[in-house]
C-alpha cells in the first residue's frame, strides 16, 4: 500500500480500522505473536538466535 493508499483507507475508513489492519500485518500466522517489521521473524515463536 502506498502512503496515498493509507490516507485514502484512513479517510475512508477510520484511523482505528487502519491500525487494526497494519498490526494484523505483523501478526504471526502460527501463534497471532507480533512478527519484527524488519525481518518477519515471530518475537515469540521464532525468536533471534
Ligand atoms: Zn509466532
Known sequence: MSMI???EFIR???ID????Q???KY?????GGVVC???GRCYECA???
Open 5 to 7: 493508499e493509507n490516507l
Open 12 to 14: 475512508d475508513n477510520g
Open 17 to 20: 480500522k487502519f491500525l487494526r
Open 22 to 24: 497494519q498490526t494484523k
Open 27 to 31: 501478526e504471526c500466522p502460527t501463534c
Open 37 to 39: 517489521v524488519h525481518n
Open 47 to 49: 525468536p533471534m538466535a
